[in-house]
């Protein structure tokens, strides 16, 4: 059960050369040279548009960043993505863990992994939240409002809402980076023990690439990948 009270919420194959092929021994000069050609063509382009990207992102300020992600409360429809997660204290690593996260609607599922292998599940219509054993076994139930209750991450789990993540806090700090915007927030009042929510964002579309939630010293990361959003997920996914 203690999975869920996280934050959260290429394989590359070897190519193989037949060397009884003889053909490709003949052809394979014409198509490197071929293959030269073609990238000279288009890494020009390809540098001109990482540029474009690059000037279009230095020009960006904090609130046009912060208004760009939450702008996903109305677009994110489907949400499909990997993600690990990391909590250190003062530096020190203390947990980390690996999943997969689907969201559609007010249905999310929470998958996590152990070598790999499915450990449990959590799954919830933000009405009922419930846990399930590798097996798809019920371990335990509890209700959305009692978990939410008791996060100061309220939103987090809920990918997508960041309006609501992202309320009553204010801007501490902004930086533009090669592949990445970083955004980091403050609550708006002063508290003891207060915390820096930062988001890393694509700076393509302000969708959120890593998470980071710090708090007294104790840090916990989450970083998406793979992230697919907007795609046709089944329905069964959520049962």
């Known amino acids: 059960m203690k999975n869920i009270f ?3 919420f290429l394989l590359l194959p070897a190519v193989f050369v037949n060397a ?3 053909g490709a021994d003949k052809t394979a000069p014409a198509k490197a040279e071929a293959g030269k050609k073609q990238n000279e063509k288009t890494a020009p382009a390809k540098e001109r548009a990482d540029k474009k990207l690059s000037n279009k992102s230095a020009a ?3 609130d046009q960043a912060l208004a760009g992600l939450i702008a996903w ?3 994110l429809k489907t949400l499909q993505a990997d993600f690990t997660q990391a909590t250190t204290f003062e530096g020190t690593p203390i947990s980390s863990s690996e999943g997969r996260i689907y969201k559609q609607g007010q249905n999310i599922r929470l998958d996590t992994f152990e070598n790999g292998v499915l450990s449990q599940s959590a799954l919830t219509d933000k009405k009922v939240i419930k846990i399930k054993d590798s097996q798809g076994e019920i ?3 509890m209700a959305w409002a009692d978990w939410e209750a008791g996060q100061s991450n309220k939103a987090l789990f809920d990918f997508g809402n960041y309006g609501k993540a992202v309320k009553g806090h204010k801007i501490k700090d902004f930086s533009v980076g090669n592949d990445a915007l970083t955004l980091t927030l403050m609550p708006e009042k002063e508290q003891t023990g207060g915390y820096e929510l930062t988001f890393k964002l694509d700076p393509k579309d302000f969708f959120v690439k890593e ?7 104790v840090k916990t990361t989450t970083v998406l990948k793979g992230t697919q959003k907007n795609i ?3 329905e069964s996914i959520f049962k």
């Open 232 to 234: 046709k997920l089944k």
């Open 73 to 75: 409360d109305g677009k």
């Open 139 to 141: 371990i335990t139930t």
């Open 20 to 22: 009884a092929d003889a």
């Open 60 to 62: 960006l300020t904090a």
């Open 211 to 217: 998470i980071s939630l710090e708090n007294e010293g």
């Open 6 to 8: 996280l934050i959260i």
